[in-house]
């Protein structure tokens, strides 16, 4: 996506936070999906085997590459330049209730939630 991205325009790659990770976020039937497209560290040093989805609860999901794999997951409008529905880390395994703002063309601001009440938030920046 270019950088004349109009502001609240969640469609485009994302880095997350650490700079690790990006995702790609498209429009998936009017709500909004994202997959892995990179990562930093693909492979698992220990292995030198492409990274998988280790840590997921569900045994027959584990060995499922972290490349192209779906983590956010049918995000719908809220409000202005906001989007709720779900997102997968697969550092833990779990799936959080999710909230992804957009207040300008370079910045998304992601918060995951459990109960509603217990968040963690990240600053994903747009990758070009």
């Known amino acids: 996506m270019s950088s004349a991205?109009?502001?609240g325009a969640p469609e485009g790659t994302w880095?997350?936070?650490?700079?690790?990770?990006?995702?790609?976020?498209?429009n998936c039937g009017g709500k909004l999906c994202g997959t892995v497209v990179w990562l930093k560290e693909p492979n698992d040093p220990k292995s030198g085997k492409a990274k998988t989805d280790q840590h997921n609860s569900d045994e027959a999901k584990r060995s499922r590459p972290l490349l192209g794999?779906?983590?956010?997951?049918?995000?719908s409008p809220d409000g202005s330049d906001t989007w709720s529905g779900q997102i997968y880390n697969a550092?833990?395994?779990n799936t959080y209730q999710a909230h992804m703002k957009v207040p300008d063309s370079s910045t998304a601001h992601v918060q995951g939630c459990v109960l509603g009440i217990l968040c963690k938030s990240q600053i994903w920046t747009r990758a070009n």
């Open 5 to 7: 991205a109009l502001a």
């Open 69 to 75: 794999l779906q983590v956010v997951q049918g995000l």
């Open 91 to 93: 550092d833990d395994g």
């Open 15 to 26: 880095l997350s936070q650490d700079g690790g990770t990006k995702v790609h976020i498209a």
